[in-house]
């Protein structure tokens, strides 16, 4: 079966790194997103990786390894903002989307 | 960059009734659109695949007669939940798919939809 595996929850304090982590098993892979989603809200779109190696946007960078079936969402000078649930998906052969059931980010001031 | 509305963004019906659902690409034609819903704290949950000027492609589980999709226009989908009961409250978020892209989608704000 397909599976993406992200942690349910996590903590850091405003002006701090975290990094959010996702691994996945599907059928066939064409690229990995991050999205964020904001409690009531539609995802909104972070980052897409199809190779292996890091993709740097400002202040959010992405990381994928596809022979490890892994990426990571690093989100850097954290502000308060930044507290949503970020959700990781990953595009299978038939180019549909299969979706991690998200980590919630809380940010303390 | 591309836009996805939807309307409405808030529905509250009585149990039994019909709701309908828009999703409209503002900006661009869209040949595929997807339908999804999303519990509470849960993951988005793919329902349908629809092409424009084609019968949509429902996912192991969604009972096509209870959620009619009709994709009419290329900048136009519509999902009717028909007999709409309690457990189908939800929230609702369409995503639009550009002709030239494999794997860009733009998603609409979403429709949250209470069953009295």
């Known amino acids: 079966g397909q599976n993406i595996d992200q942690p349910t929850e996590m903590t850091a304090t405003e002006g701090a790194i975290v990094q959010i982590n996702c691994t996945y098993q599907?059928?066939?892979?064409?690229?990995l997103f991050w999205y964020q989603q904001h409690a009531g809200e539609a995802p909104t779109f972070l980052s897409y990786?199809?190779l292996d190696g890091l993709e740097e946007k400002g202040r959010f960078s992405s990381f994928l390894s596809r022979s490890k079936g892994y990426s990571y969402l690093l989100l850097k000078e954290l502000q308060m903002k930044d507290s949503a649930s970020y959700l990781c998906?990953?595009?299978?052969?038939?180019?549909?989307?299969?979706w991690g059931a998200g980590t919630k980010l809380i940010i303390k001031p | 960059g591309a836009v996805v509305s939807q309307h409405p963004s808030r529905v509250i019906c009585k149990s039994g009734t019909s709701v309908k659902i828009e999703c409209r690409s503002l900006?661009?034609?869209?040949?595929?659109m997807f339908w999804y819903r999303q519990f509470p704290k849960k993951s988005l949950m793919l329902m349908a695949t629809s092409n424009e000027g084609s019968k949509a492609t429902y996912e192991q589980g969604v009972e096509k007669d209870k959620f009619l999709i009709n994709h009419a226009s290329l900048t136009l989908s519509t999902l009717t939940v028909t007999s709409a009961h309690p457990e189908d409250s939800s929230f609702y978020i369409c995503?639009?798919?550009?002709?030239?892209?494999?794997?860009?989608?733009?998603f609409g704000p979403g429709t949250r939809l209470t069953v009295t």
């Open positions: 995503s639009a798919r550009p002709p030239s892209a494999d794997y860009e989608q733009y």
């Open positions: 998906a990953v595009m299978d052969s038939n180019y549909q989307l299969i």
């Open positions: 900006d661009f034609q869209a040949t595929t």
């Open positions: 599907t059928s066939g892979f064409n690229g």
């Open positions: 990786n199809v």
